[in-house]
């Protein structure tokens, strides 16, 4: 459930300041424009960044949510935005080549978004994120409530997953009827996985006080990391490539 993997690879070994600034300045680079030209570079470097991380693993995962984003925004912009040269008309909806134009950018300019999501969690640890945070100057409370969403949330998946296994051997089929009948029957597991979630957010939280969690604001770390010339090398070549896309686009 966790996408981070372990790889000797030059991002991994990058600093988490460097990581948490580059994923924000690869965010940044699709808003430049919303012409699928002019998002294809954009498109084509973080895919060169998830092989160069050794991450297509990650991607193999879910590439049917990232085509079912791209599809849901080509369907929705094409009917919902207005253009010039009409393609087709159904009923009081028009199509126009301007809207299917915008609708593929827009989903380009997503999935961009998504696998730069996707490059940072593949190389960095949820340790990394908490540290590079802190060193940001965000507060350490912060920062550790914001790191752990990445354990909790694979984590109520895993939760989810076993109330499913375990009512399947129980005879449960969830497989077995209409749509609207299987969906009926995912209702009821809620509450056993909403009751697990919650009980290991107690448990979570009484090991935290009892191990003095904000007792000193002082803090040491087990890992230090440095700024490298690398780092320094990667944060001006990303700050340099989304000025030149908004001045040349």
């Known amino acids: 459930m966790f996408l981070y993997l372990e790889r000797d690879t030059p991002l991994h070994t990058l600093n988490p ?5 580059g994923l924000v300045l690869l965010l940044i680079l699709p808003l430049s424009t919303t012409h699928p030209l002019g998002l294809l570079p954009s498109l084509a ?5 998830l092989y160069l991380a050794k991450a297509f693993r990650n991607l193999r995962r879910m590439w049917w949510f ?9 369907v929705l912009w094409s009917f919902f935005r207005q253009g010039q040269t009409i393609l087709f008309r159904l009923g009081f909806l028009s199509v126009s080549r301007e809207s299917v134009l915008y609708g593929l950018g827009m989903g380009i300019r997503l999935n961009v978004m998504l696998i730069s ?17 802190r ?3 965000l507060p350490f409370s912060m920062s ?3 790191s ?6 694979p984590l109520f998946f895993t939760t989810a997953s076993t109330v499913l296994q375990a009512q399947r051997a129980r005879g449960l089929d969830l497989k077995r009827g209409s749509v609207i009948q299987r969906v009926k029957k995912y209702v009821p597991l809620l509450i056993p996985i909403f009751v697990y979630a919650v009980r290991n957010t107690d448990q979570l939280a009484m ?13 040491t770390y087990y890992i230090e990391y440095q700024m490298k010339k690398i780092d320094l090398a990667v944060l001006l070549f990303l700050g340099a490539a989304d000025v030149i896309s908004f001045w040349l686009l």
């Open 17 to 21: 300041v460097t990581k948490i600034i």
């Open 45 to 49: 470097f973080v895919l060169f960044l």
């Open 66 to 74: 990232v085509l079912l984003l791209g599809a849901v925004s080509i």
């Open 117 to 133: 999501g996707l490059v940072f969690l593949s190389c960095t640890k949820v340790e990394e994120f908490t540290l590079g945070l």
């Open 135 to 137: 060193k940001l100057g």
């Open 144 to 146: 550790f409530a914001l």
């Open 148 to 153: 752990l969403a990445f354990r909790l949330v």
């Open 207 to 219: 090991a935290l006080e009892s191990r003095g969690f904000g007792a000193r604001r002082e803090r």
